[in-house]
């Protein structure tokens, strides 16, 4: 390992200063063992290492490893740029849920020696892979490590979704939208709209429809070498693709978003055994209420 990349989320710097003298010490014990150390832009503003700026671009590509100091958004922006290079990603946790994490604050320097060490485990998850296909031409690609979400951006209207496997006709939902989930996504927005929890491990996607307005549509799991596509209706306007909550593009009638296994992988650094149903018990007390 030559060089370790720093992201940090700047809210978390304005909500909480300290945050700021961790990542500085967290630098300056990088540094302390002869390696480069960047940090994303906004985040090297945040805390005062101007100097170590590097576009967020570029840092995955500069880094052998990536430290992501913020929340599980933090975590997944970090973790589909690194994902391309097949960069290992530690988790910092500050505030907020942290189910992707893998420390707190309070563990970080601790962390930092065993990742420079090579003391750590990596654990690989399943992304997704969406094309927009417009008028039979590919117009936008895009990565996740969560879902991709088919929803209305305008009126809260119902909207026919043709959807299919492997070009067999599954259902044409009528519903407010549609989630294709990972299992490390079924956590997120699929759980909130009823859709299935998957283990980290299963070779699965989850296409769960958001409000349908019938009894029979439910969720379906499908094979992770299966290909979903999901056709917008030609007469349907302000439809939007969301990318893990994060990136947005605007759909048109007629447009077909195909949706498979990535090739590339998330990796997330583990510095102990991963247990998925420990975190289930303990994020969600699982059962408990």
Not at 71 to 95: E, K, M, S
Not at 136 to 165: C, Q, W
């Amino acid at each position: 390992m030559r060089a370790v990349g720093v992201v940090v989320n700047p809210e978390k710097v304005q909500q909480d200063p300290g945050v700021a003298v961790r990542v500085r010490e967290a630098a300056a014990q990088l540094a302390g063992h002869g390696l480069g150390v960047r940090l994303n832009s906004e985040g090297a503003r945040a805390v005062g290492l101007e100097e170590l700026a590097t576009s967020d671009a570029e840092l995955s590509e500069v880094s052998d490893a990536l430290v992501v100091v913020g929340g599980d958004g933090t975590i997944l922006r970090a973790a589909r740029t690194g994902a391309v290079r097949g960069v290992p990603v530690l988790g910092v946790n500050v505030g907020g849920f942290g189910f992707l994490a893998e420390v707190g604050l309070e563990g970080l320097p601790e962390a930092l020696e065993r990742l420079v060490s090579g003391r750590y485990g990596v654990e690989e998850r399943m992304m997704l892979a969406a094309e927009v296909v417009r008028e039979g031409h590919t117009a936008e690609r895009f990565l996740a490590l969560n879902d991709m979400v088919i929803t209305k951006s305008g009126y809260a209207r119902l909207m026919p979704l043709r959807t299919t496997v492997n070009g067999e006709h599954l259902a044409t939902y009528l519903a407010d939208g549609l989630i294709v989930s990972t299992p490390t996504g079924s956590t997120a927005y699929n759980l909130s709209a009823g859709g299935p929890i998957l283990s980290p491990g299963v070779r699965a996607l989850a296409i769960t429809p958001i409000c349908p307005h019938t009894l029979t549509a439910r969720p379906v799991v499908v094979d992770a070498d299966d290909v979903a596509t999901v056709e917008v209706a030609l007469d349907v306007e302000g439809v939007l693709l969301t990318v893990d909550g994060q990136v947005g593009c605007p759909l048109r009638g007629g447009d077909v978003v195909r949706l498979r296994r990535a090739e590339a992988r998330a990796r997330l650094v583990r510095l102990r055994p991963p247990s998925f149903y420990e975190l289930l018990r303990h994020k969600f007390a699982w059962g408990e209420r």
